[in-house]
Nanobody, 114 residues
Framework: QVQFVESGGGLVQPGQSLKLNCVVSGDSIRGYEMVWYRQTPGNLRESVARISTGGDRTYGDFVKNRFHISRDNDENTVSLQMVGVEVQDTAVYYC????????WGQGTQVTVSS
């Protein structure tokens, strides 16, 4: 089965930067759109950023040009560079592919606080 291992989260102050990484095993990401999601307690998981097989990128409206998603098909990894983080970005971040492949990884916690 496909497995997703997210890392790179932590506690940062508003305005700082953070880079999240996702290592995928069990299948190649080459033929799939890859997606970063996030979830806060009591809320549904929401899409943060997507990157197509051709490299086209789509972001949630709340991103406002602050994040950058990238992929490395040879390394089977997906990254999310976060710049100018805000308190509202506090969440557990997950990666997955489209169509979805279960199970979800453990996610990586991002906490933005002064």
């Amino acid at each position: 089965q496909v497995q997703f291992v997210e890392s790179g989260g932590g506690l940062v102050q508003p305005g700082q930067s953070l880079k999240l990484n996702c290592v995928v095993s069990g299948d190649s990401i080459r033929g799939y759109e890859m997606v970063w999601y996030r979830q806060t307690p009591g809320n549904l998981r929401e899409s943060v950023a997507r990157i197509s097989t051709g490299g086209d990128r789509t972001y949630g409206d709340f991103v406002k040009n602050r994040f950058h998603i990238s992929r490395d098909n040879d390394e089977n990894t997906v990254s999310l560079q976060m710049v100018g983080v805000e308190v509202q970005d506090t969440a557990v971040y997950y990666c997955n592919r489209s169509p979805f492949a279960g199970p979800w990884g453990q996610g990586t916690q991002v906490t933005v606080s002064s």
